[in-house]
C-alpha cells in the first residue's frame, strides 16, 4: 500500500472511531444549560477520538517507515541492475514480475474502492 493510500486508509479508520454519540444534538436544546450539556458531549466524543486516534496515528508512523524502507531496498536493487547494465526484460522470470505488478494494482484499486464504499456507508 502507498503511503497516500495508508493515510486515506487512516483517515477512513479515524472517521469511525468514537464512541460518543453526537448526532442530533442540537434537536433537545431549549436552556442555557441544554447547550452547555451539548458541548460538554462534542468535548468528550473529541477527545474519545483523540485517544483512539493514537493508536492509529502510531499504526500510520508505522506503515510510513515500513514504506520507506521498501523504497530503499528498491532503489538499491535498481542501482544494481542498472550498474550492471541488465536488460531485465530478458530474464526468464520477468514475466512472473510484471504479473504480480499487475495484481499489485489490482489489489490497489480494491482496497480504494472498500475505502471509498466504507467512507460513503459512514455518511450515510
Known amino acids: 500500500m502507498k503511503f497516500v493510500g495508508a493515510f486515506f486508509f487512516?483517515?477512513?479508520?479515524l472517521t469511525s472511531c468514537g464512541e460518543v454519540n453526537v448526532k442530533d444534538?442540537?434537536?433537545?436544546?431549549?436552556?442555557?444549560?441544554?447547550?452547555v450539556e451539548a458541548l460538554m458531549t462534542i468535548v468528550e466524543a473529541e477527545m474519545s477520538l483523540e485517544s483512539e486516534a493514537v493508536s492509529?496515528?502510531?499504526?500510520?508512523?508505522?506503515?510510513?517507515?515500513r514504506?520507506?524502507?521498501?523504497?530503499?531496498?528498491?532503489?538499491e536493487?535498481?542501482?544494481?541492475?542498472r550498474?550492471?547494465?541488465?536488460?531485465?526484460?530478458k530474464a526468464d522470470n520477468y514475466e512472473e514480475l510484471e504479473d504480480l505488478k499487475e495484481?499489485?494494482?489490482?489489489?490497489?484499486?480494491?482496497?480504494a474502492k472498500e475505502l471509498e464504499d466504507?467512507?460513503?456507508?459512514?455518511?450515510?
Open 83 to 89: 550498474k550492471k547494465d541488465w536488460d531485465l526484460e
Open 56 to 65: 492509529w496515528g502510531k499504526r500510520a508512523i508505522e506503515i510510513n517507515v
Open 10 to 13: 487512516a483517515s477512513v479508520l
Open 103 to 111: 495484481e499489485a494494482e489490482d489489489q490497489e484499486k480494491e482496497i
Open 67 to 75: 514504506s520507506s524502507e521498501i523504497g530503499k531496498s528498491k532503489s
Open 118 to 124: 466504507y467512507r460513503d456507508s459512514l455518511e450515510d
Open 25 to 35: 444534538l442540537d434537536e433537545d436544546i431549549e436552556t442555557k444549560e441544554d447547550a
Open 77 to 81: 536493487i535498481r542501482d544494481i541492475y
